[in-house]
């Protein structure tokens, strides 16, 4: 490997919010890493976020770009390469990059920009790797389909659960086994609110600030507490994992809005333990999808989860029950799942 | 897909034990499913136990065979296809093999005869998927340098606690992060007795009698009691997923051999669990490797593992700490994980 030299890479990042910032500044911290384990080097053509966007096919300098969104400068401020204004859309086509690395804001009316991002990138035969769950909620087979006839990959891993590894362990790791249920506690901040809520009696709002303060709420967090972002997660595990066309109005939707600290208590006291669970029933041969705050009794591997934990919980007909889990206090876990799928795509096997 | 039709896979069934004829009962049960979901349409073309084999280019019927080994025959009874006294590399020297399924009985000693089917699968650019430990702690880089040369794939997911994906999440779902530690409960069979010890005050003769009676335990239980196995996995994980060139004898090993009920009651009295802990502690660049029991937390993920479960932990600087765990109460999971592999080297991505 070290005598043919490193593969060159030339990435664009649409989205430079909580986990986008982070992806750009490993993309710094891994560098060494990166070349003498799978002979890649990274190179950063492009990056947008909500002031424009700056392009340089030689390169951005990843951790001044992590610099300037840390003092809340706009990447478009970036010397020489900046460009005000600039729509990711147009900054993506002005760059020669060879991945899109897509962490714009979740949207889950209309997909966008991620949606249009994504679309232009496969039409490019450019490999796509997002965390983003708009566009796979409202588009996945149209995006799949895209990849397949442009030849180019879309690996999404770091969009359910953060870092923990769903869809992956859903789609490679049960293959040739039969799903039968899907038990997930897949939204962090609304798990850190009912845990909180229930250990420490901490109020509903001074954990949704906690959430919010660490960057791991949404940048619109009723997308968590009404069990959208759950709902979403769900939805690309239907498609993903269980082969299914699911929408997000095919999930029985119940957020955590109207939970009470005497709700809490009650179910507390029953010996069972509150959390938002995301559910997937078999049934004859299709699922029944749920989103809704749950009593599980307090052996289910799920109800033990600590407040910044993720889980999931696949039930077969073959592999027996898998179960996984991450603990994931800030989104720098999402942020490395985006160069796993990277490194999956540009070096896998 | 329908109308490309289905890709044929010729596969060499060594080994028919719990495993090896749990993975042939599943070549027919998912026949469907593979056709359907994967384009994949496998054919027994050779079968091989400490009998003989049996080799038939067209095909040999896969319920025949799991019937004869439960009705305790030798697969070298196969009418006509039989060959008494056939050694299993002759055997699939003989046939038309495009993938080898490795399943011969642990053996640590030489890993024969896996090690020489391996070697003489790959030398033919035969791909191959393994459950067997022997060759791949013995064997493991000379494997992996071979299957490079030949460029056919080596996959072993089975390998390493059944059907959990502990070295697919390990290399796959980590990669780009480095391993800080790593904790295991591997072995099945002394997780089982260790629990049963605690809750139920079982004997340790009666878990172990147990763990026999459902094919659970190694073919030699010493394996399992005196912490073999879990080692021999650690190894295995130390190599794959760690990068390390680990052999047996850089694990510092203890069994449970000699713990008494006296012993598990006295640790369950401070409000921790025993559990014969697999353990990989970053040391430098370097990782210690030790399998001995150990007095967990009772919070710990893995003191909470249940009679039939197994479970990893990895710790990793980038991507938090990820925890996954199975229930496995038969071989079957194991068998699932060979078949999951086969489809990942037939019909990967």
Chains 1, 2 share one sequence.
């Not at 595990?237 to 997000?248: D, E, H, K």
């Not at 041969?285 to 009593?295: D, G, H, I, K, M």
Request: glycine letters at 10%; charged letters at 25%; a neutral charge.
């Amino acid at each position: 490997m070290a005598s043919q030299g490193n593969r060159v890479i030339r990435v664009f990042v649409a989205g430079l919010g909580a986990v986008g910032r982070r992806f750009v500044g490993l993309m710094a911290r891994q560098e060494a890493l990166l070349a003498a384990r799978y002979g890649l080097r990274l190179v950063l053509v492009g990056a947008a976020d909500s002031s424009g966007a700056a392009v340089d096919p030689e390169g951005l300098d990843p951790l001044r770009v992590v610099a300037m969104k840390e003092a809340r400068q706009g990447v478009s401020a970036y010397p020489a390469a900046g460009r005000p204004g600039m729509h990711v859309r147009d900054a993506l086509a002005a760059s020669p990059a060879g991945l899109l690395v897509e962490a714009t804001p979740t949207n889950l009316r209309d997909g966008q920009p991620g949606l249009d991002c994504i679309r232009d990138a496969l039409a490019r035969h450019i490999p796509v790797v997002t965390a983003s769950k708009g566009p796979l909620v409202l588009a996945y087979r149209e995006l799949v389909a895209a990849a397949e006839r442009a030849g180019a990959r879309l690996a999404f891993s770091g969009a359910v659960a953060g870092g923990l590894p769903t869809v992956n362990i859903g789609r490679r790791d049960l293959a040739g086994s039969t799903v039968l249920r899907v038990e997930g506690v897949f939204n962090s901040t609304t798990n850190y609110i009912l845990t909180s809520m229930a250990e420490a009696g901490t109020s509903f709002a001074e954990a949704l600030a906690e959430a919010q303060r660490r960057g791991i709420a949404e940048a619109d967090p009723t997308l968590d507490v009404d069990g959208l972002d759950a709902a979403a997660k769900l939805v690309i595990v239907a498609n993903s994992v269980l082969a299914r066309p699911a929408v997000l109005g095919d999930v029985e939707i119940e957020g955590i809005r109207n939970v009470t600290p005497e709700q809490v208590a009650a179910v507390r006291r029953e010996g069972r333990v509150l959390k938002l669970l995301a559910l997937a029933e078999r049934a004859g041969e299709e699922y029944r999808l749920s989103v809704r705050p749950t009593a599980l009794e307090a052996e289910h591997p799920l109800a033990r989860l600590r407040p910044w934990e993720m889980g999931v919980r696949y039930v077969t007909d073959t592999m027996g029950v898998i179960y996984a889990a991450i603990d994931e206090p800030d989104p720098l876990p999402t942020a490395a799942a985006l160069l796993r799928d990277v490194i999956d795509v540009c070096a896998g096997r």
